[in-house]
Each structure stands twice: as structure tokens, then as C-alpha cells.
């Protein structure tokens, strides 16, 4: 089935299913498509606002990466699903005996590396998305400040998520050095986590200095 192509209803209907997919991989493109895609109405909205026609080259680039991620991750609810085929034909795999037992393994190192691949696409790209939404938590319009505010906890979410998948699945991976590359990305997210947290707090204390109201947080 193409979920690509579903409506709206169509889809969560297929997530809260009994079915194996679309089930983790699927939603968290879905999250970051829907980050991408506000993020996109938000540079859209500014590239025209006179009082920041400084930025306009810069919100104009902006629009054109972001339309690329949102159909990219919109395609990747897809994508996830073919990938999981493999490792789920792998956790299925009837064991026998010792030599079973190994190509059973090797069939879930290799499922999960497929199964990988889309987690691993969408928390570089969050990344990336990252980088724009501090730009534009400094450049917009006040009244569009809670939109990035949104945007951030979605991309959080999406990254959050995609280190839970990818961890999962290394459990599954004998290949040493793909391991530690996987590693290595996933260390990367701290710094994200610190960004995005920035920027909706940022957005929450000055929303809640209006109102006279001091948010009180354990930073423990």
C-alpha cells in the first residue's frame, strides 16, 4: 500500500492497526514531515514581511530546503515500512540448531542495518532543521514565534525518537565500525536536545513575561 497517498484518517487508522507497520519509523518521519512543513509556512509567511526584507534572501533559501525535507520525510513513511520487511522476515526465522541460530543472527544484523536507515536519514536531517529554526526564533515576527516554539518540540520529539530506533536495532548489529559510526551521530543529539530546549524556553519565558508569570524550572 502507498500510506504516502492516504488521507489523514486512512493513516492513523493503519498505525493503530494489529499490523506490524506503518508502526515507529512511519510516525516519526510523519513528525518530522509535519515539522518541516510548518517550518516552511513560518519562512514562507516572513519572506514577504517588509520589516524583514534584511533576511528575505536568507528565508528564501531557507523555503527551498525545507520543501525538499518535507517531501523527503513524507516519503520515508513508505520507505520505513519496505525497510522493516527484512527484519521482521528475520525475527521470524525458525531456529533449529547452532547453524540456525547464526544465520538467524546475520539475518537480524543485516535486517536491522535496512531498518536503520530511515532513523538514521531523519535525526541528520533534524539536525539540520535545527540550525534553521534558531535563525528564524531570532528573525520572525513576534507572532509567529509560538510556530517555531512548535516546530522545535516536533523536531525534539523526532530526534528523541530516532535515537530509541537506532539504539534498538544495534542490539541486532555484529558490524563493529557501522556500530560506532551509528554511535557517533547519536552522540550529536545532546547538542540538538540543548538547542531545541533553548528555543522553547525562550519562547515560553517571553510568552509568560507578558502574562507577569515567572516559570519556575528544575534544571537539576
Same mark, same amino acid.
Do not use: Q, W
Given at each position: 500500500?502507498?500510506?504516502?497517498?492516504?488521507?489523514?484518517?486512512?493513516?492513523?487508522?493503519?498505525?493503530?492497526?494489529?499490523?506490524?507497520?506503518? =508502526?515507529?519509523?512511519?510516525?516519526?518521519?510523519?513528525?518530522?514531515?509535519?515539522?518541516?512543513?510548518?517550518?516552511? /509556512?513560518?519562512?514562507?509567511?516572513?519572506?514577504?514581511?517588509?520589516?524583514?526584507?534584511?533576511?528575505? %534572501?536568507?528565508?528564501?533559501?531557507?523555503?527551498? $530546503?525545507?520543501?525538499?525535507?518535507?517531501?523527503?520525510?513524507? %516519503? /520515508?513513511?513508505?520507505?520505513?515500512?519496505?525497510?522493516?520487511?527484512?527484519?521482521?522476515?528475520?525475527? =521470524?526465522?525458525?531456529?533449529? =540448531?547452532?547453524?540456525?541460530?547464526?544465520?538467524?543472527?546475520?539475518?537480524?544484523?543485516? %535486517?536491522?542495518? &535496512?531498518?536503520?536507515?530511515?532513523?538514521?536519514?531523519?535525526?541528520?536531517?533534524?539536525?539540520?532543521?535545527?540550525?534553521?529554526?534558531?535563525?528564524?526564533?531570532?528573525?520572525?515576527?513576534?507572532?509567529?514565534?509560538? $510556530?517555531?516554539?512548535?516546530?522545535?518540540?516536533?523536531?525534539?520529539?523526532?530526534?528523541?525518537?530516532?535515537?530509541?530506533?537506532? /539504539?534498538?536495532?544495534?542490539?541486532?548489529?555484529?558490524?563493529?565500525?557501522?556500530?560506532?559510526?551509528?554511535?557517533?551521530?547519536?552522540?550529536?543529539?545532546?547538542?540538538?536536545?540543548?538547542?531545541?530546549?533553548?528555543?522553547?524556553?525562550?519562547?515560553?519565558?517571553?510568552?509568560?513575561? &507578558?502574562?507577569?508569570?515567572?516559570? =519556575?524550572?528544575?534544571?537539576?
Amino acid at each position: 500500500m502507498d500510506y504516502e497517498k492516504l488521507g489523514f484518517n486512512e493513516l492513523i487508522n493503519s498505525i493503530s492497526s494489529i499490523e506490524s507497520a506503518p =508502526s515507529g519509523g512511519s510516525v516519526i518521519a510523519m513528525a518530522a514531515s509535519e515539522a518541516s512543513a510548518l517550518a516552511t /509556512m513560518i519562512v514562507s509567511y516572513s519572506i514577504n514581511n517588509k520589516k524583514l526584507k534584511l533576511f528575505k %534572501g536568507e528565508f528564501i533559501n531557507f523555503k527551498k $530546503d525545507l520543501e525538499k525535507l518535507t517531501v523527503k520525510f513524507t %516519503g /520515508m513513511v513508505d520507505e520505513d515500512i519496505n525497510n522493516f520487511k527484512e527484519l521482521k522476515s528475520a525475527y =521470524s526465522y525458525k531456529v533449529n =540448531s547452532a547453524e540456525d541460530r547464526e544465520n538467524k543472527d546475520k539475518l537480524l544484523s543485516e %535486517g536491522s542495518i &535496512k531498518a536503520n536507515k530511515v532513523p538514521l536519514e531523519i535525526i541528520t536531517d533534524c539536525f539540520n532543521v535545527v540550525e534553521v529554526l534558531e535563525r528564524l526564533k531570532l528573525t520572525v515576527s513576534e507572532s509567529l514565534a509560538c $510556530d517555531v516554539g512548535v516546530c522545535a518540540s516536533l523536531i525534539k520529539s523526532a530526534i528523541s525518537s530516532c535515537h530509541m530506533t537506532i /539504539m534498538s536495532n544495534l542490539t541486532n548489529i555484529k558490524d563493529e565500525e557501522y556500530v560506532n559510526k551509528c554511535l557517533e551521530t547519536l552522540n550529536r543529539a545532546d547538542l540538538y536536545h540543548s538547542k531545541l530546549d533553548s528555543i522553547v524556553n525562550d519562547i515560553i519565558d517571553t510568552e509568560s513575561s &507578558k502574562l507577569n508569570i515567572e516559570i =519556575s524550572r528544575d534544571d537539576s
